[in-house]
Each structure stands twice: as structure tokens, then as C-alpha cells.
Nanobody, 125 residues
Framework: QVQLVESGGGLVQPGGSLRLSCAAS????????IGWFRQAPGKEREGVSL????????YYVDSVKGRFTISRDLAKNTVYMQMNRLKDEDTDVYYC??????????????????WGQGTQVTVSS
């Protein structure tokens, strides 16, 4: 059974940092890409970053480039997203998901099948 469990969200001041974790079970991150998405109430889910299976190539939405870093620990079967210089607009629920379709862009939520339960990130002074 595939399971993805996010952790690491919380309340942080603008300019601060958080590290999100996505612990995977039932799959090997050697073979599957894991993406991070975020969503605010009433808005569409937005792709934030992806680390691909295999060579671990990384991808980011423009708004987080230079501030967020996605990485993985294959021994722990866990994906991380280090978020630095956080802004108010980064406030959202963050989800990790397993990518299974490659006919669309990496940021298309339809290309992912299993999703975690989400973790709230709030950036506020």
C-alpha cells in the first residue's frame, strides 16, 4: 500500500525557513518522482517542485526558484523541501504526491496518483 506522509509545516515569520518532509512507504523513490504542491482554499492546486525518480533531476515553479530546494534521502525513502526566505504568499497547505504520468508537464496535478494528507504552512508576522 502506497502511503505519503508530510510533516514540518508550521507558523513562521516572513523571511524565515521551514523544512517539509514527505515520508514514503510502499514505493521506492529510486523509481518514482515526488512532487510538492500547494493549495489555498478556493484556489487551484499549484505545482511547487519535483524531484524525479532515477537521476533525481529537480524542477521548480518560478516563484520559488532560489528560495526552495527539493532533495531526497533514498535510505530513508523521504523527500524534503527546504523553504528559505519565506513570504506571506507562500502560506498554503502543502502536499506531496507520486508522479506516474509523463505525457503532461510536471506541475500538472493530474500526472500524480497518490497524495499525502497535507501540512499547513503559515507565513505571518
Amino acid at each position: 500500500q502506497v502511503q505519503l506522509v508530510e510533516s514540518g509545516g508550521g507558523l513562521v515569520q516572513p523571511g524565515g525557513s521551514l523544512r517539509l518532509s514527505c515520508a514514503a512507504s510502499g514505493i521506492s523513490l529510486r523509481y518514482y518522482g515526488i512532487g510538492w504542491f500547494r493549495q489555498a482554499p478556493g484556489k487551484e492546486r499549484e505545482g511547487v517542485s519535483l524531484i524525479s525518480g532515477g537521476d533525481g533531476s529537480t524542477y521548480y515553479v518560478d516563484s520559488v526558484k532560489g528560495r526552495f530546494t527539493i532533495s531526497r534521502d533514498l535510505a530513508k525513502n523521504t523527500v524534503y523541501m527546504q523553504m528559505n526566505r519565506l513570504k506571506d504568499e507562500d502560506t498554503d497547505v502543502y502536499y506531496c504526491a507520486r508522479r506516474t504520468a509523463y505525457s503532461s508537464t510536471w506541475s500538472d496535478p493530474g500526472a500524480y496518483d497518490y497524495w499525502g494528507q497535507g501540512t499547513q504552512v503559515t507565513v505571518s508576522s
